[in-house]
């Protein structure tokens, strides 16, 4: 082994030398930037002057068209150019930062030597452009850093299995370009790095795991193959993390066939959006389309429509009564089915082979085409045909129809009347089109270029109401098949109410995906934009309709699905979801599970696996901290004491991020309402859009995904946390600590609690604190 390589001197050496590449990289592409620069205000200012405009023959018009195209090229390359190099400036800096967090020794199987792989954020090449000083942490041999201890080692690449021998695995923490510590390892990655990250206060923003991913977490980053991958991982095991890495491995490796804004990452809610908006930025990665499933809905539904979200459904459920509860349980879980959507098929096959509910086209009040005649058109049409089809030819007819409506309107005196109130402006411009197309302009043809100029933005929103499917109600046929849904006594009792709410355009969420589904087999659905990977975070909070829907969307896209089978907060809604094992998709389907938890502290996972609902295995990293502390608020102390006291109690510890978390967003109301004149405190709710240090207060479902130095369960008593379903609740809630937990009950404590060993938890009770103080 090369001995001196290896030293510390050496590697301090190699750090000072990559550091004055990286500056000379950066002196150079400034240089070359603002030549860029200049070359392109240039171009801007000049771009008519190499352009001989001839207007005279055919010819003459091709070519001048030809060298406007030309121009416009090198401007558009040029302007790319600019923009690379802007890319490339802002790696440059991060390189500066931490330009390498690891080193592999790899010597290729038949080879004499032994290469020194630096791995980073991005890589760098030394001055001459020949060799790597840095690879990508995304390159194929960068994967033996992540999944070997020093050994015999193998990696894939695009065409082949490499194999070899890793000789040393070391570990940098750099710091604003300044070494601080060296480790070398012989098992898998050390795991001084990863504590140091871990014992790190919680951030406002997630932070990139690039330099200290895990193996397990490293196979669903790089992982290939199957269309579907479904990540089951624990509490704080780094499935959202793995998630953002594998979006910026994917995106690094199919470079020409996959941009950002063809991936579509769909996360839990928007504070959960804006807590992770900074990964991909960080790893040199655009960020992609993110979206909340409810945005995704309410993009593609009618704009007029109320769509209640997800958190108004659960809110509304937990102020039921019990055995309401049970039957609005029932209700949403028939809705959430893929069986409803074979029943919405099956009845829009019946709605084919019968007719649809149109609507008559008027236009200034008057009838123009009845809607009967619409059904007739509509019953003309080819029996076979699927109902899309037949809509765009009913759309053709109609536009067809109102054309020569137009020309019939042309002539009428209301036309004439609307030509008094037209401006100088427009005359002029009548004019001149006249003139440049008759050669010289008569009264005439401007009178009738007016009347052209009136009747087409007079049938303009006619037009748009055809193009957009208006002249059908989809709306009142979605609401006649609810009507008309067989069902047991609670669909029954539903069915009621939520005609009702329809008829408010109010759309119950349990119906929403329904009734876009729905709606687009008749009209089309709305698919904008090519979406080729789909990423749903939390995907245990999805029913199988709503997957089904996505899948049926989007069939060639692959999907990664990551979720927590234990933190199934709907499973209000659907005890059924994609990240469940027994769920069968028609296609394969492939799972990795993540077993071993990150964010909390050992104690804390250890308290909550007592009441994970459902036997998963859960790791904890070995990371200390004290026992989580549930506390019995006796009748001498208010809530808002208590909360006080333990606020300050955490806040003395240091931490900066503590939430108190309640079930419901009244349960926060009212904290809220006793804590604001005393402290500062902010109140989380559906509409916040960032997530900010301090004291907050946050009901679970909205907690998702985040996590805090300190949590303080507000009221985890036995009428709070009773229902099965609460199990799920009370274990996302407890699962948000890093470092602290803080549990506390009046009189009785949640059933689920009980089932927790006496030694895992501090018990204690709290009495005023004047006395306490006393
Ligand atoms: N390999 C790793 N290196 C450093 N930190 C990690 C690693 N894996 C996970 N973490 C940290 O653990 C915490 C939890 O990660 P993440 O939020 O990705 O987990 P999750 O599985 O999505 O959690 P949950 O389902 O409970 O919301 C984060 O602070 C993350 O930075």
Not at 412 to 439: F, I, N, P, R
Not at 658 to 665: F, L, M, Q, W
Request: hydrophobic share 35%; proline share 3%.
């Amino acid at each position: 082994m090369d001995k001196q390589s290896n030293s510390h001197e050496f590697e301090y050496q190699r750090l000072e030398k990559v550091l004055k590449i990286i500056d000379n990289k950066q002196s150079a592409l400034k240089e070359q930037s603002s030549k860029v620069k200049e070359d392109v205000v240039e171009l801007r200012k000049t771009f008519w002057d190499d352009i001989t405009v001839n207007m005279d023959e055919m010819d003459d018009i091709i070519e001048t068209q030809e060298s406007i195209k030309q121009q416009s090229n090198i401007l558009a390359q040029k302007e790319r150019h600019y923009g690379k190099n802007y890319q490339r400036m802002k790696q440059l800096e991060r390189l500066k930062n931490q330009p390498y967090f690891g080193r592999v020794d790899f010597q290729e199987e038949g080879s004499e030597d032994i290469e020194k792989i630096y791995i980073g954020t991005s890589s760098l090449m030394d001055e001459g452009d020949k060799d790597f000083l840095i690879y990508d942490w995304r390159a194929p041999i960068s994967s033996i850093y992540y999944d070997y201890a020093p050994g015999p080692v193998e990696y894939r690449t695009e065409e082949e299995t490499v194999q070899g021998e890793m000789s040393l695995k070391r570990q940098y923490m750099i710091r604003n370009g300044k070494m601080k510590g060296i480790f070398d390892t012989s098992v898998t990655i050390i795991d001084e790095m990863l504590q140091e990250s871990l014992s790190e206060a919680a951030d406002t923003q997630m932070k990139s795991i690039v330099s200290t991913i895990q193996q397990e977490q490293n196979a669903v980053i790089r992982h290939r193959g199957s269309k579907v991958l479904v990540v089951q991982g624990a509490a704080g095991s780094g499935k959202t993390s793995a998630a953002l890495q594998r979006i910026a491995y994917l995106l690094y490796h199919h470079r020409t066939n996959l941009t950002a804004n063809q991936v579509l990452l769909l996360s839990p809610n928007d504070l959960f959006s804006s807590y992770v908006s900074n990964v991909l930025p960080e790893l040199g990665e655009e960020p992609v389309n993110q979206q909340t499933f409810h945005q995704f809905v309410v993009n593609s539904t009618d704009n007029a429509l109320h769509v209640d979200s997800p958190f108004e459904q659960i809110e509304k459920l937990m102020r039921l009564e019990e055995k309401e509860q049970e039957k609005q349980m029932e209700v949403i879980q028939h809705f959430s089915s893929v069986a409803f959507m074979d029943d919405i098929k099956r009845q829009l096959e019946k709605l084919n082979q019968s007719n649809l509910t149109f609507r008559s086209i008027r236009f200034r009040n008057e009838l123009l085409i009845d809607k009967t005649e619409i059904e007739d058109y509509f019953a003309s049409l080819e029996k076979d045909m699927r109902l899309p089809n037949k809509m765009e030819q009913v759309r053709k007819w109609l536009l067809q129809r109102v054309r020569a409506f137009q020309k019939e309107e042309m002539e009428k005196d209301w036309v004439l009347d609307q030509m008094q109130l037209l401006s100088k402006d427009d005359y002029a411009k009548a004019y001149h089109e006249t003139e440049q197309e008759e050669g010289e302009s008569s009264i005439q043809d401007e009178e009738k270029v007016l009347r052209e100029k009136i009747i087409r933005k007079a049938f303009a929103p006619l037009q748009n109401m055809i193009r957009q499917n208006r002249f059908v109600n989809t709306f009142k046929m979605f609401m006649d098949l609810i009507a008309e849904l067989n069902g047991n006594g609670a669909v029954q009792e539903y069915k009621v109410d939520a005609i009702k709410l329809l008829r408010k355009k109010q759309l119950p969420w349990e119906l929403a995906t329904a009734y876009n589904f729905f709606k687009g087999e008749i009209t089309g659905h709305e698919v904008t934009r090519p979406v080729h990977l789909i990423v749903i975070d939390e995907a245990q909070d999805y029913t199988p309709f709503q997957f089904a829907y996505l899948r049926y969307l989007y069939p060639y896209a692959s999907f990664t699905l990551l979720g927590d089978v234990n933190q199934a907060i709907y499973s209000y809604a659907s005890e059924e979801n994609p990240i469940q094992e027994d769920i069968s998709l028609e296609e394969s389907v492939e799972r990795i599970e993540l077993t071993k938890s990150y964010r909390s502290t050992k104690p804390i996972v250890d308290f909550a696996s007592y009441f994970s609902p459902i036997d998963q295995p859960i790791e904890a990293f070995e990371r200390s901290g004290p026992l989580p502390e549930v506390v019995r608020l006796t009748k001498s102390i208010s809530e808002k004491d208590a909360l006080l006291h333990k606020i300050e109690e955490k806040q003395q510890a240091g931490h900066e991020t503590i939430a108190i978390i309640a079930k419901t967003a009244d349960a926060c109301r009212k904290i809220y309402q006793q804590l604001h004149k005393e402290i500062d405190v902010k109140q989380i709710n559906e509409d916040t859009k960032t997530y900010q240090k301090g004291v907050v207060i946050v009901p679970v479902y909205l907690a998702k995904g985040i996590e805090f130095d300190a949590v303080i369960l507000a009221d985890a008593s036995s009428e709070v946390y009773w229902h099965p379903a609460d199990k799920y609740l009370l274990y996302t809630a407890c699962t948000r600590a890093m470092h602290d937990l803080t549990v506390l009950y009046t009189e009785e404590m949640s059933p689920f609690l009980k089932d927790v060993p006496k030694e895992k938890y501090r018990y204690t009770t709290i009495v005023e604190r004047q006395e306490e103080e006393s």
